[in-house]
């Protein structure tokens, strides 16, 4: 049999075959396989039927089908199920061949499977694709790292199915060695997170605060899309706040308002803290959804839990307009966030991390897709050490800009009772890094006095530690230096 299939696909839910049919779509033969045959055979005789995809019935008919070095691409669920295809293909593939895992992978398992199949001459790429059903189908971001020789041979394929820009430039490029690729699509979930709690809590500072309906706001989000806040959660936003259910009555106003997440975002918040850096926004909007899941005690503690009234009186439309100015403020946060974040992982992990390349991935294809990336790609292309994205003079100047608006909502928030917790973890993050000096020197001499952690001066040089025996009893013994 004549190999002819450019590329094998494993694993037909709704996303393996709308990427397939677009990879069909761009002139590639793809051969596919699934666990369960006769969805194999469904698909080719309902959504891929005339087109070149070739179907198979076993791991080694699919191979067979492949041009060498073979391309094989998993997209199955995370976690166990990539570890027991990875055994199953093994034995059919030969030195050079390619493993692909396009679901949505802990980093930790791209490293540890880049390493795994090295070691048995095979090549791995583990890559973030973004944007749903509709980008798999028409055109994803995707995010690929792993084995750096292995990216020659799929590059074509990733760049022509990915979403392009405006210039034409594609949505996908290199990131990086083992779980780089894995690692920015966990940071761009994280800041989705983000953004979605953002967009939640000026929804609901216009619906408790200002009383406002669904149509009016749905209004307001389409005014906001066609500005700075330009991007596809602003859009889906503005069209679920026009939805009518069956009887005409806003159909978002019936749903259950308990969240659910996939895990991306609390990883995130975990990796953060193990590397230390403050993604305090990411963090507020998975412990959003968290609160969120506590529908039944939330409804029995508001019976019993007093607070203001919600409802905000003076000129509304110059209030929507702060909500607007805090959410871009507060966005602008989540971003430099995740950048931190990026750049302390390169340092961890020996990545090689292209910032303005990641920006321009996810300018298209992907969830939080918006014109506002297009900015962070341009402070990057002008300053690619750039230490944070605060410090860049386009986001200097709109923090300046939207700043006076953005304490007014967040202090009006506090004072009716209305949660905001990320725009207010927002602001606290940006008072904290521009401040020069923190009460943390109260903070280490509680640590030195209860546990002789020992603390620095400000008048001897940075890596000399004290500890001062506070109360006069004990001994002078120290329990090491602290970590920062």
Known sequence: MEATADIGLIGLAVMGQNLVLNMNDQGFKVVVYNRTVSKVDAFLENEAKGTNVIGAHSIEEMVS?????????LLVKAGSAVDDFIEKITPYLEEGDIIIDGGNSM???????????????????????????????????????????????????????????EDGSPCCDWVGE?????????????????????ICEAYELMKDGLAMTPDEMHHVFAEWNKGELDSFLIQITRDILAYKDDDGQPLV?????????????????????????????IGEAV????????????VAAAKKLKGPKPKITGDREKFIEDIRKALYASKIISYAQGYMLMRAA????????????IALMWRGGCIIRSRFLGKIKEAFDKKPKL?????????????????RSWRNVVATAAKKGIPTPAFATALSFY???????????????????????????????????FHTNWTGHGGSATSGSYSV
């Not at 973004?130 to 995707?142: D, F, N, Y």
């Not at 779980?179 to 979605?196: C, L, P, T």
């Not at 308990?258 to 230390?276: D, F, M, R």
């Not at 280490?444 to 400000?458: I, K, S, V």
Request: glycine share 10%.
């Open 65 to 73: 089908h492949l041009k060498r070095p073979r391309r094989l691409m």
């Open 107 to 165: 980093f930790q398992d791209s490293i540890r499977r880049t390493k795994y199949l090295e070691s048995k001459g095979l090549r791995f790429i583990g890559t973030g694709v973004s944007g749903g059903e509709e980008g798999a189908r028409h055109g994803p971001s995707i995010m690929p790292g792993g084995t750096p020789s292995a990216w020659p041979h799929v590059k074509e394929i990733f760049q022509r199915i990915s979403a392009k820009v």
């Open 178 to 198: 083992d779980g780089a690729g894995h690692y920015v699509k966990m940071v761009h979930n994280g800041i989705e997170y983000g953004d979605m709690q953002l």
């Open 253 to 281: 106003d019936k749903i259950l308002d308990t969240a659910g997440q996939k895990g991306t975002g609390k990883w995130t918040v975990i990796n953060s803290a193990e590397l230390g850096i403050p993604t305090t926004l």
């Open 287 to 298: 412990y959003a959804r968290c609160v969120s899941a506590l529908k039944d005690d939330r």
């Open 346 to 357: 390169a340092q961890e992990y020996k990545w090689k991390l292209n910032y303005g390349g």
């Open 387 to 403: 230490s944070n994205l605060l410090l860049d003079q386009f986001f200097k100047k709109a923090i300046r800009e939207s700043q």
């Open 431 to 465: 008072d904290a890094y521009r401040s020069d000096r923190l009460p943390a020197n109260l903070l280490q001499a509680q640590r030195d006095y209860f546990g002789a952690h020992t603390y620095e001066r400000l008048d001897a040089p940075r890596g000399q530690f």
